[in-house]
């Protein structure tokens, strides 16, 4: 598991600094609520998978295309989150996302799409998500960010210090070579699920961008509500459906939840290998 050093001080008594034990208590406590309570969700996977891919596009679609047609000098690849807490095993959310990050090939996927889009030059942005001692002090969350808080997920001692490596906040390693090059916008951090209160829609204007190739974690969550605010913002939105993942927890499918959505308000739903092909085009 991720080594996670206690950082308490006086003067943030109230930040719970999440270290390698609490770390592998909290994962493990998760693989017991998977253990305990999926059974039937489980059952209900197989059923599907007898009846057929529960995710595959509908064999007749009521919906038009949107007619998105990619410009290379109008477009960026912007990724949530590609943190290790959720796309690796050492990560505390791996015991309920980690069978749909594999499922999907989510980690390679999101890895070919970085080099992809560093290849053909278009503009790379990150926005990752980052807790530090002030956020544990909020005084409402939804059942998520309650979540989140309570695991120590995307925890940072303070909004100065270094971003710890092997962390559960840091990059995963297979991206920092596109991540950490110097040309590539790294964010401030979103702090619930969308962008509004980070800089990555100013960030994108000032490169002129209009059009988002929209990637990462976790699809109902943070890559949904980026696409929402995106398309609120007047950019046009392609999500790569395959370089993304969500939870599978009794109250359902994360992902599967996404991609009916994806399919409804997308400008285009691309797979890795189609948005790898049209960025090398």
Not at 40 to 47: H, I, N, P, Q
Not at 186 to 202: A, F, M, R, W
Not at 205 to 222: E, F, P, T
């Amino acid at each position: 598991m991720c080594d996670h050093k206690a950082h308490s001080t006086a003067a943030e008594p109230t930040f719970h600094a999440v270290d390698k034990d609490r770390r592998r208590l909290l994962a493990g406590g998760l693989a017991g609520i998977t253990a305990a309570t999926l059974g039937g969700l489980s059952s209900r996977a197989e059923a599907a998978e007898h009846a057929g891919d529960p995710y595959a596009p509908p064999e007749k679609a009521a919906l038009p295309s949107g007619g998105f047609k990619l410009d290379l000098a109008r477009a960026a690849l912007v990724v949530t989150d590609p943190q290790i807490d959720f796309l690796s095993p050492d990560g505390v959310t791996w015991e309920v996302v980690g069978e749909s990050v594999q499922e999907h090939g989510t980690v390679e996927n999101i890895r070919r799409l970085f080099a992809a889009a560093k290849q053909s030059g278009i503009t790379v942005a990150v926005s990752p998500h980052y807790y530090y001692p002030h956020d544990h002090r909020w005084q409402f969350n939804g059942p998520l960010e309650k979540l989140m808080h309570n695991i120590g997920m995307f925890d940072r001692p303070d909004p100065l210090a270094a971003l710890e490596r092997g962390s559960g906040a840091d990059f995963m390693p297979e991206y920092r070579e596109f991540i950490e090059d110097g040309k590539t916008i790294i964010t401030s951090p979103h702090k619930v699920y969308g962008p509004e209160q980070n800089d990555l829609v100013l960030q994108l204007r000032k490169q002129r961008v209009d059009q988002v190739i929209l990637a990462g974690m976790s699809a109902n969550l943070c890559v949904e509500a980026h696409m929402r605010e995106l398309l609120e913002q007047g950019f046009e939105v392609v999500v790569v459906r395959d370089a993304t993942a969500a939870a599978k927890l009794p109250e359902g499918d994360g992902y599967l939840a996404a991609l009916t959505n994806f399919r409804y308000m997308a400008n285009a739903l691309w797979s890795t290998e189609e948005t790898v092909a049209r960025l090398q085009a």
